[in-house]
């Protein structure tokens, strides 16, 4: 089974940037579809951005669209999400996730491997 471990969270200002990455023990091209999700605290874990198993369509949340960028590196069998113009609703441990199913996947229960997540917090 894949191995995902997220790098990349922080502390940041209103309006700045980050970029997340997900390093897989495998290949995910052509055999998962890759997400990525968010928790904050008290609330549930909420789907943020999800990439096909092809890279040829992406997903994003209505919270995120615009602003985030999900995307994958082939060769270094890594996930990104680039987050521009973050604001302190974007507070969250963010996760890693990839599944066996469809590439619309949104809900946690269709994602079958998980990272341990990352910290972003983004002060006004």
């Known amino acids: 089974q894949v191995q995902l471990v997220e790098s990349g969270g922080g502390l940041v200002q209103a309006g700045g940037s980050l970029r997340l990455s997900c390093a897989a023990s495998?290949?995910?091209?052509?055999?998962?579809?890759m997400a990525w999700f968010r928790q904050a605290p008290g609330k549930e874990r909420e789907f943020v951005a999800a990439l096909s198993r092809s890279g040829g369509s992406t997903y994003y949340a209505d919270s995120v669209k615009g602003r985030f960028t999900i995307s994958r590196d082939n060769a270094e069998n890594t996930v990104y999400l680039q987050m521009n113009n973050l604001k302190p609703e974007d507070t969250a441990l963010y996760y890693c996730?990839?599944?066996?199913?469809?590439?619309?996947?949104?809900?946690?229960?269709?994602?079958?491997?998980w990272g341990q997540g990352t910290q972003v917090t983004v002060s006004s």
């Open positions: 495998e290949r995910t091209y052509s055999r998962y579809t």
């Open positions: 996730a990839a599944g066996l199913g469809s590439s619309w996947a949104r809900t946690v229960y269709e994602y079958n491997y």
